[in-house]
């Protein structure tokens, strides 16, 4: 059984890839784009592609109406089962979506916004996360890679349920 990998940025997460063609909206598109751009490329490729997509205006920061924007737009996607999104894509969207719900926007956008600014940056978004050379998806299954108890502070009450989603450590090599 695979198990649920849920860091936020699903919403997490370059318009590359053969398959993004086949992507009827610009969230699936971003999600299937993501599945070689972050497994496979430089963490820094993928947490670009994240807040690009997230950051509709370009302004350099997430604000709470573009988050809300994103939300919209999973929210609409996960029920689409004949969409390019597999049912591990889905169900990792819906969970995170319902951590998103249960936590409220509002503790969500005020965890990773430390500055106050009303925005997130691309720092704060990633700020729990030590980001290098290697893909996105290695640094998650890194425990040393990941504060992942600051991560789950940022969602408030509902934090707990992030560590049960926590990724095995990798196998020592």
Same mark, same amino acid.
């Given at each position: ?10 919403? *997490? *997460? #370059? ?18 784009? *993501? ?14 592609? #994240?807040?690009?997509? *997230? ?119």
């Amino acid at each position: 059984m695979t198990s649920l990998r849920v860091p936020l940025f699903l919403f *997490l *997460l #370059v318009f590359a890839g053969p398959d993004v063609a086949r992507a009827a909206d610009p969230f699936e598109s971003f999600i299937v784009g *993501l599945r070689s751009t972050c497994a496979r490329a430089p963490a820094t490729r993928c947490t670009a592609a #994240v807040s690009a997509f *997230l950051d509709s205006d370009r302004n350099g920061k997430v604000e709470p109406d573009e988050l809300e924007a994103a939300s919209r737009m999973a929210t609409a996607s996960i029920g689409n089962t004949d969409g390019p999104l597999n049912a591990t894509e889905r169900s990792s969207v819906a969970v995170a979506l319902m951590i998103l719900k249960s936590a409220g926007m509002p503790q969500v956008f005020a965890g990773f916004d430390s500055n106050g600014d009303g925005g997130i940056d691309k720092a704060e978004m990633f700020q729990d996360f030590r980001i290098d050379r290697r893909p996105f998806g290695t640094i998650v299954r890194d425990r040393k890679s990941v504060d992942w108890s600051a991560f789950a502070r940022r969602f408030g009450k509902v934090g707990g349920l992030i560590n049960g989603l926590v990724p095995p450590p990798s196998p020592p090599k």
